[in-house]
């Protein structure tokens, strides 16, 4: 099995090529990354001398380096995207060239390269926002809100109509709010607690009452994994674990744990048209593939605040960029740099 994955070098794309690799070690895995400030290779550090492991430097909206890549390949899981809500806000540009163009881009070259499956990794905001009751379901008409989820389900449209009009093999994966190891610190889980670490003060964002449904990212992998090989083509799953909590109950967990008080909180204005609640029923994965998420919040939690702390140097270096520019030295900017 030969498997291009787009954006492994970020956060989920990073955990995502451990596991296949740990879990099939015969697949070869090729990671097609443009190393933008949220992509960084020491994230895979550990598994780069594996044999079946290879990095192409490449953007997604490089058709021809993209076709070249994808010759002889079985399955691509695209999570290459601009994924930041805030950085959305401030200016959607890359975000409709990533997310929309690149994805396009991508997924005509795994048609014209006649890939097996094309599993496209989307995220439950294309959904818009809950009010107190009811769920996201496969069956949730979209009705995105920020630059960044509107790109998202833009993308989303684009693969089921390549699998209606083309016939390409798709699957897509709606998933909630990931947290784990190696997430870029500006988001909240890994700004809360590497702020703390410092002896910071938190920033939360209004009321701190607006709801995410959490899931560990290596419950979103193992669903994952698990789509590729048993999901039906044509189909969409959404993922979550079940765990919905407000961004105060997230940071009091947070604090506790830490062993700080309600006085590390500051309270800053809100974000722009923020959605009010997120919340996935995940049956569909659960009935159809026999998945189910494994790792408690309580738990995960524990693991990635530990994960943080033993980590220092690694957001350290992601936050000041060194990592990038490390990178950048090494590689130029040409694109096609492989090891
Ligand atoms: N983080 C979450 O909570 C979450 C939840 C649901 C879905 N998702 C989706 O999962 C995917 C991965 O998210 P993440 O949190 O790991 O993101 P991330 O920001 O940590 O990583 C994104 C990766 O994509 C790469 N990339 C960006 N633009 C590129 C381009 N033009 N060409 C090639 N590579 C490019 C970056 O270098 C980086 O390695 C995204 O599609 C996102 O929408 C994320």
Redesign the pocket.
């Known amino acids: 099995m030969k498997m291009l994955v ?8 990073s955990n995502f090529i451990r596991y296949i690799l740990t879990k099939y070690p015969s697949y070869a895995v090729i990671n ?5 400030y ?3 290779l020491e994230n895979l550090r550990d598994i780069e001398n594996h044999p079946n492991y290879s990095f192409v430097k ?4 490089n058709t021809e380096l993209l076709n070249h890549v994808m010759k002889g390949v079985d399955v691509v899981v695209h ?6 809500v805030d950085r959305s806000i401030m200016g959607a540009d890359a975000f409709v060239q ?1 997310n929309v163009i ?1 994805t396009f881009s991508v997924m005509e070259a795994a048609r014209q390269n006649n890939v097996k499956r094309f599993h496209h ?4 905001e294309v959904f818009g926002s809950l009010g107190a009751e009811g769920h996201f379901h496969e069956e949730t008409p979209y009705d995105p809100r920020s630059p960044y989820s509107a790109s ?1 389900a833009a993308s989303d449209h684009l693969v089921r109509a390549y699998y209606h009009t083309h016939g390409l093999p798709i699957t897509i994966s709606n ?4 947290y784990g190891p190696n ?2 610190p500006e ?1 909240l889980i890994p700004l809360f607690v590497t702020n703390l670490i410092e002896g910071k003060k938190v920033p939360l964002y209004g009321d701190g009452l607006n709801i995410r449904d959490w899931i560990h990212v290596e419950d979103h992998n193992r669903a994952v994994d698990m789509i590729i090989h048993a999901g039906k083509v044509g189909q969409t799953y959404c993922l979550g674990a079940m765990e919905e909590k407000t961004n105060r109950e997230i940071t009091d967990l947070i604090l506790q744990k830490m062993g700080f008080g309600e006085e590390m909180i500051e309270y800053v204005e809100d974000r722009k048209g923020h959605d009010r609640r997120y919340a996935i029923r995940p049956y569909k994965a659960m009935v159809e593939l026999g998945w189910k998420p494994q790792i408690t919040f309580d738990q995960g939690i524990e693991q990635t605040i530990n994960w943080y702390r033993d980590n220092p140097e690694w957001w350290k270096r992601v936050r000041s960029g060194e990592y990038q520019d490390y990178y950048k030295k090494q590689y130029g900017e040409k694109q096609g740099m492989t090891i």
């Open positions: 787009t954006g492994g070098a970020g956060f989920i794309g097609y990354d443009k190393l933008t949220a992509g960084n490449g953007d997604i909206l999570f290459a995207a601009e994924t930041h990533t690149g990794i989307s995220t439950d998202k998933c909630a709010n990931n997430m870029f988001k």
